[in-house]
């Protein structure tokens, strides 16, 4: 797996633990409020919530994402609610190239590139697991 997989997991993980300490036989009913939670919390590349970014709003709680009846709508123009969404998206879009170039800058900042020509000496580690049929010995 890669780092951000492994924090998620790791996020996910205390997150339930926390919920579900005192409620070990309830525990599938907390899902939902675990969910709840990380969805709301911000994102450190974007500073918004996953609900910020694919609604367009931060709910303050569960009940402001269930749907309404079509009489108590808000009458808000479609058109301009989904170039709000699109400008929204632009903006974190630029934000996420922003983060990953800092990244990369900071990653890349003591690294030396190094250009092999035909014909010059390199050694090569070989790993059971790379070749395994090929590998017969350490000396071979």
Do not use: C
């Amino acid at each position: 797996m890669d780092g951000q997989t492994e924090v998620t997991n790791r996020t996910l993980g205390v997150l339930l633990r926390a919920l579900i300490k005192s409620n070990l036989k309830s525990w599938d009913q907390l899902l939902v409020h675990a969910e709840f939670a990380y969805n709301w919390s911000l994102s450190m590349t974007t500073d918004l919530s996953p609900f910020k970014v694919v609604f367009g709003v931060k709910p303050l709680s569960p009940l402001d994402l269930t749907p309404r009846p079509m009489d108590q709508k808000a009458n808000v123009d479609a058109s301009k609610r989904v170039q709000e969404i699109q400008e929204l998206h632009e903006k974190i879009k630029g934000k996420i190239e922003q983060v990953n170039a800092s990244y990369q800058a900071q990653g890349n900042k003591n690294r030396r590139q190094v250009i092999f020509n035909p014909g010059d000496l390199v050694w090569v580690h070989s790993r059971k697991e790379h070749f395994p049929s090929k590998r017969k010995s350490k000396l071979m």
